[in-house]
């Protein structure tokens, strides 16, 4: 019993044993069914995740394809072989192939020739070094034309980030290099027509200023023949419509330079006083025959000299005073100049040049400053002129950088303004009209600089050696080439100055020989020095080896300048000054030109004299010797001491007859008509001979005072 007891009990233990395990294997399947179901959800989820990212990629390329194919940009897939993964629609049709047909294909073979495979080359370097690249080539089409394309290369990586070929979006560029090679072209060809027109003005320029100034010189010498009031009055117009062509052609062919960039705006200090009390004598003269006063006024805060453009400011201000006057009939001219502020070593300025003449009309104030204009065509039929001036002036305040206007009423007068600006040199301007002191004396410290001069003429070299005694500088002379070349081999020197027309050897020669010769002297500078007054013989002397280039004639700051330049001179003291000049009647200043010389011997009477001494004694017996020279048609040699002779005029103020001789030399390197020539030496001996009287005159006013 005991025993069916224990079995029995063991029975019931184990089916209960076997319910909980029954119980935990249907938990187990329940929370498993659960998994499985969660699973399959997240499963589903994931699925439709996936789907909805590949439809948007799939958009999203196909939206930026579209806009790249729509750009008209060309897109081509290659592998690291260059061979053609896939074309796109765009690019197969910028090449002329049908979808499909260039896939496969290896794009260097189709498309390229030997030396865009060579350069192609080299940007599938940088691709494969995983770098992106933008670079222009030429591709064949389908149908063998050459296009250019605008390439935008970038690898293209694998999943595992390796490279394994490249895209390249493409953009027909072929239109645009046309027109850029066409615009080369038309750059080329106004380059070359703006060069010919610069020659052609030149050679106008030069063909018609010979001729014009014969005729000018020529019907000065028949008005001196005339016989009837009738063949007078024909000579004049003949000399007036002359005169209107010569001014014409000047000033055509100053604006020309300017529109051609071809003035260059220098900056050397200057006497900016000065300048204006010369002008306002040079124009004094020509306003008195109406009984018209020429005045002026210049701030007496600008106290020093000032840096700028010389010669700009000095032909702005003639033309101004040459309109004022010309359109004054009575009443003043005045010249004023205005500081507006002084400010960062600046002399900010206003100059205005105001008349109280005929005016001008408010509809034409606006136009006057444009190329050809005038206020009207009475004024043109009473006063002449070519309506450049203005135009002129305008643009030569505008290449400094000032401004130009003008305020006028008919019937009371004109002022026209402009403003500048220059810089303070720091120097004191010292202009001493009571004094008849010497100017430029001791400028120098002496030492032991040697200067060579080199100079066949004997006004020049007196003229030279004179300020090179005074300021105390050591030189020596060579009279010619050849001596020149003997004293550079057996001196040293610091500077030389060269004169360049010399018979035998010229300057250009000797030159050459100490610059590639063994010399001693082979590195100094050489300063040229030449009447010619064509701007290429700068040029020229440049290339010959000179340093630097000084045009006869010139006056004694400009020489100092270049010996301060070019040596390590100090400077003890300089001054400029402008000696009281005695006011002669009208034909003698016409033929003297005063304000030259005051510019020219700055007050220094001592030197003044020693030139006109010597004009005098050599200069006066040299010009009868073209006579003979003109007669054995030698045109050479007329022509060499027509140059020789040419700079002493200005020398002496004579400066018309430098010009008349710079118009024999021309003349002569032409081999014109011996009569011609002949006439031309008679109206330079004319001239002469009433100028001898005047020279003397003042020669002797000089030595008196000295
Ligand atoms: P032109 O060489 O003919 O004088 P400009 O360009 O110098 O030419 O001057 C143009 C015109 O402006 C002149 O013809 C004249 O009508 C007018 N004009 C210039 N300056 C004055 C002035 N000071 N008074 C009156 N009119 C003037």
Redesign the pocket.
């Known amino acids: 019993m005991d025993e069916i007891q224990i079995l029995k009990r063991r029975l019931e233990r184990e089916r209960n044993a076997r319910k909980q395990a029954e119980a935990i294997l249907e938990q187990k399947a329940l929370e498993l069914f659960h998994a499985n179901e969660q699973l399959r959800k997240l499963n589903e989820d994931l699925e439709q995740k996936v789907e909805e990212r590949t439809t948007q990629l799939t958009h999203s390329e196909e939206k930026y394809r579209g806009i790249i194919e729509s750009m008209e940009l060309g897109l081509m897939e290659v592998d690291l072989n260059q061979n053609i993964v896939k074309a796109y629609d765009w690019f197969c049709d910028m090449t002329g192939y049908n979808p499909g047909e260039l896939e496969g294909k290896n794009a260097a073979d189709v498309f390229l020739n030997a030396e865009g495979i060579a350069f192609m080359k080299k940007q599938d370097e940088i691709r494969q070094k995983g770098q992106a690249g933008v670079y222009e080539i030429q591709i064949k089409k389908k149908n063998g034309d050459l296009i250019w394309v605008l390439i935008s290369g970038a690898p293209v990586f694998d999943f595992k980030g390796d490279v394994v070929g490249s895209i390249g979006i493409h953009y027909d560029i072929t239109v645009r290099k046309k027109m850029l090679h066409e615009l080369a072209r038309a750059k080329k060809t106004a380059e070359a027509a703006r060069d010919a027109e610069k020659q052609f003005l030149a050679r106008m320029s030069h063909e018609i200023r010979t001729p014009l100034n014969a005729i000018i010189g020529m019907s000065h010498l028949l008005s001196e023949t005339a016989t009837s009031l009738e063949q007078i009055d024909y000579v004049s117009s003949i000399k007036t419509s002359a005169d209107l062509l010569l001014?014409i052609v000047s000033?055509i062919l100053d604006i020309s330079k300017i529109e051609a960039g071809e003035i260059q705006v220098n900056s050397e200090p200057f006497n900016l006083r000065a300048l204006v009390m010369s002008l306002q004598k040079t124009f004094q003269v020509k306003a008195e025959e109406n009984g018209v006063k020429v005045l002026m006024n210049v701030d007496d805060k600008i106290t020093n000299l000032v840096i700028g453009d010389e010669l700009l400011l000095t032909q702005i201000l003639m033309?101004?005073m040459?309109?004022?006057v010309?359109?004054?009939a009575e009443g003043s001219v005045k010249i004023n100049v205005q500081l507006l502020e002084k400010r960062d070593e600046k002399y900010f300025l206003e100059i205005d040049?105001t008349?109280t003449?005929?005016?001008?009309g408010k509809e034409?104030l606006d136009l006057?400053?444009e190329n050809f204009?005038?206020?009207?065509d009475q004024?043109?039929h009473k006063?002449?002129?070519?309506?450049?001036?203005?135009?002129?002036?305008k643009k030569f305040v505008e290449l400094q950088d000032g401004k130009i206007w003008?305020e006028?009423e008919l019937g009371q007068?004109?002022s026209?303004k402009f403003t500048i600006t220059y810089l303070d040199s720091g120097k004191e301007e010292v202009i001493e009209i009571e004094k008849d002191e010497q100017a430029l004396q001791s400028v120098f410290e002496p030492s032991e600089e040697q200067v060579l001069i080199v100079e066949d003429n004997y006004m020049n070299r007196k003229y030279i050696t004179t300020l090179m005694k005074k300021w105390q500088v050591n030189f020596e002379v060579a009279v010619n080439g050849k001596e020149a070349w003997e004293k550079t081999q057996q001196n040293i020197y610091d500077l030389i100055f060269m004169d360049i027309s010399m018979p035998e050897m010229d300057g250009h020669q000797v030159t050459k020989l100490i610059r590639s010769e063994e010399n001693p002297n082979q590195n100094i500078p050489i300063i040229a020095l030449t009447a010619s007054a064509i701007i290429s013989k700068r040029e020229q002397a440049l290339n010959s080896g000179m340093t630097d280039y000084l045009p006869k004639p010139f006056n004694p700051n400009q020489l100092i300048d270049l010996i301060k330049k070019y040596t390590k001179r100090e400077i003890l003291s300089e001054k400029t000054t402008i000696s009281k000049m005695e006011t002669d009647d009208d034909t003698k200043t016409e033929i003297l030109n005063r304000p030259y010389l005051e510019k020219f011997y700055g007050g220094d009477d001592s030197h003044a004299a020693d030139m006109f001494d010597i004009f005098l004694n050599h200069t006066v017996h040299e010009v009868p010797q073209l006579r003979p020279l003109m007669e054995a048609q030698d045109w050479e040699g007329t022509r060499q001491l027509a140059h020789k002779i040419k700079p002493n005029f200005s020398m002496v103020g004579l400066t018309q007859l430098e010009e008349k001789m710079l118009n024999i030399e021309n003349s002569a390197a032409q081999n014109e008509n011996v009569n011609t020539l002949l006439s031309k030496l008679v109206e330079v001996e004319n001239i002469l001979e009433k100028a001898i009287p005047i020279l003397e005159k003042e020669l002797e006013r000089m030595t008196r005072i000295t």
Do not use: P
């Open positions: 001014k000033d033309n101004l040459s309109n004022a010309k359109f004054t040049v008349d003449g005929v005016g001008i034409k006057i400053f204009k005038q206020a009207d004024v043109r006063f002449g002129g070519t309506g450049l001036g203005l135009a002129i002036t003008v006028s007068g004109t026209f």
